[in-house]
T-cell receptor
């Protein structure tokens, strides 16, 4: 398996523009997570899905952010309109299972990230 | 969510054993303890996970005392390639999400 795939790897845009980040999880993984990483705030969980359904979006900073998972092999994180403070590295991760009572490992497999710069 | 506290940075030399301790005083009964490693420009990578006592795999050991209020990641005989940021997390059970703290920046010197 190629692992978690994210695109684009780098994105530079101007303030006010719409930005769409894409993620392809590892086949067979039921959970998908979106994170944001900055020097100031570290690695923050934005939202996660189980079987394509959003479970917890409490980490989404504001209404400008939205995430979808139309099928098991694709997810998007959209920012509209983008602002300079959205500049960060956005990671997507997937997991075969999560939080199952008695499960031995709750491993998340991270993608390479998308470095977003909003000018 | 359980909060974790770990040293901001550590230095070591090649061939030495490195122990990174993490405090998690309000860990819940169902929480697991997980460690991730992150290299620059890469996503975090799972190292090891445990619930209690000791867990060992091919790259590290995890020591967890009986009260589970702390844990220690042990890296045997580190090399330059072990220079990275190491994150301690608690949670991951019954829908309880993991929170990444600030991590420990390990610098391995020749």
């Amino acid at each position: 398996d190629a692992g978690v795939i994210q695109s684009p790897r780098h994105e530079v845009t101007e303030m006010g523009q719409e930005v769409t980040l894409r993620c392809k999880p590892i086949s067979g993984h039921d959970y998908l997570f979106w994170y944001r990483q900055t020097m100031m705030r570290g690695l923050e969980l934005l939202i996660y899905f189980n079987n394509n359904v959003p479970i917890d979006d409490s980490g989404m900073p504001e209404d400008r952010f939205s995430a979808k998972m139309p099928n098991a092999s694709f997810s998007t994180l959209k920012i509209q309109p983008s602002e300079p403070r959205d500049s960060a590295v956005y990671f997507c991760a997937s997991s075969p299972h999560w939080g199952l009572a008695g499960s031995s490992y709750n491993e998340q497999f991270f993608g390479p990230g998308t470095r977003l710069t909003v000018l | 969510l359980a909060k974790t506290t770990q040293p901001i940075s550590m230095d070591s030399y090649e061939g030495q054993e490195v122990n990174i301790t993490c405090s998690h005083n309000n860990i819940a009964t169902n929480d697991y303890i997980t460690w991730y490693q992150q290299f620059p420009s890469q996503g975090p990578r799972f190292i090891i996970q445990g619930y209690k006592t000791k867990v060992t795999n091919e790259v590290a050991s995890l020591f967890i005392p009986a009260d589970r209020k702390s844990s220690t990641l042990s890296l045997p005989r580190v090399s330059l390639s072990d220079t990275a940021v190491y994150y301690c997390l608690v949670g991951g059970n019954a829908g309880n999400m993991l929170t990444f703290g600030g991590g420990t920046r390990l610098m391995v010197k020749p």
